[in-house]
């Protein structure tokens, strides 16, 4: 297989479209066999379910090559249990779980050719989603339903290294506490745009979202969740029915219990006690961690030990062990990579 010529180490977080997608159909109860296709793009009726009333929900995991060169992708078994709950919380059809990791190893192995290099830093983005396709006009769940998965090729997230962020503390609300912030639904990003961009005009690379309901407690950030690491070295993190499952922070908490023996607490954290903590990170398949160096609340400046020049020496060795393990230096756990190519 012949890589294609591209500049692997500067791509950035883009859409760069690829030969080949897996699609399957939901119509009359059942998913059709799926195939790879060459068209990129869907042509559905003007009244579709997923454009009247948002019926959509989607994954995000990587692809990547190993010191050893094969490709891998990390724990796709969990994006396919999360994409389950996701599609049942919107009275979707789940895609089924075996299923869903055999069209991601499908729509790799036919991609091949995009998965960066060993050490380019770049990875195989790959997005799997589902819509209601077929018109709805009363409110109520589509019939129909399309499951996809594209892959596009994206650089490292941090071009010369993770520099500690600024976020804020938000006025918005990300999430309900018995809403739909604990799935993963394109309508929670489509509210959370107008808080994102306020952010960044403000000159904050994040939102810190509250709990709605006392607006102390500690959720996450639009697409991120945290961690905090305390002076004696433990890791915390918040716990909250509103909160997405985040599987890069299910396998940090393994880590940090298994392979770095921290004291782990996965609890309520106030916004109160943020100032006491010695590092703060957030983490997701993107970025694995991407440190944090200050919050913002309101005008108040929490400015954690670590400091904004490099992420902090916990949050580092996490960073190190759990990419060590994805890159096939460091025994995995278990399941934890699956081996496509
Ligand atoms: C996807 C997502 C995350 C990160 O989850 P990972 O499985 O680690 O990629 C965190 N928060 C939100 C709101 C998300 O949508």
């Not at 599987?247 to 908490?253: A, K, P």
Request: net charge negative; proline share 6%.
């Amino acid at each position: 297989m012949e890589k294609k010529q591209l500049d692997w180490s500067n791509l950035g977080f883009g859409y760069i479209q690829t030969e080949a997608r897996f699609v399957s159909n939901y119509r009359d109860g059942a998913w059709d066999d799926g195939a790879i296709v060459t068209d990129a793009n869907i042509t559905l009726n003007e009244c579709a379910g997923v454009f009247q009333y948002a019926q959509t929900i989607f994954e995000g995991l990587k692809a990547y090559t190993t010191e050893d060169g094969h490709i891998v992708c990390f724990r796709p078994d969990l994006n396919a249990s999360r994409m389950a709950d996701s599609a049942r919380r919107l009275e979707m059809p789940a895609f089924p779980e075996e299923r869903f990791v055999d069209a991601v190893v499908q729509v790799v192995k036919e991609n091949a050719a995009y998965v960066p290099p060993f050490g380019s830093g770049a990875t195989l983005y790959i997005r799997p989603y589902m819509m209601g396709t077929n018109p709805v006009i009363g409110v109520k769940p589509a019939d129909e339903y399309m499951f996809r998965i594209f892959v596009t090729p994206v650089g490292p997230y941090f071009k010369g290294g993770a520099k500690p962020l600024t976020i804020k503390v938000s006025d918005f609300d990300r999430a309900a506490p018995n809403g739909t912030g604990h799935i993963k639904a394109g309508l929670n990003y489509a509210m959370s745009l107008h808080a994102i961009v306020r952010a960044h005009e403000e000159g904050y690379a994040e939102n810190m979202y509250l709990d709605p309901q006392t607006r102390t407690k500690v959720e996450e950030t639009g697409g991120a969740n945290f961690i905090f690491i305390t002076k004696d070295g433990g890791l915390v993190t918040p716990k909250s029915n509103s909160i997405l499952p985040s599987i890069t922070r299910r396998s940090l908490v393994y880590v940090a219990k298994h392979y770095l023996g921290m004291e782990v607490e996965e609890r309520e954290v106030y916004l109160d006690e943020v100032k006491d903590f010695a590092e703060c990170g957030l983490c997701g398949t993107a970025a694995v961690i991407s440190p944090v160096g200050k919050i913002v609340d309101h005008g108040e400046e929490i400015c954690l030990p670590s400091g904004m020049d490099e992420m902090g020496p916990a949050t580092k060795k996490l960073y190190d062990t759990l990419t060590g393990i994805q890159m096939g230096k460091l025994e995995a756990p278990e399941g934890w990579i699956r081996t496509i190519l």
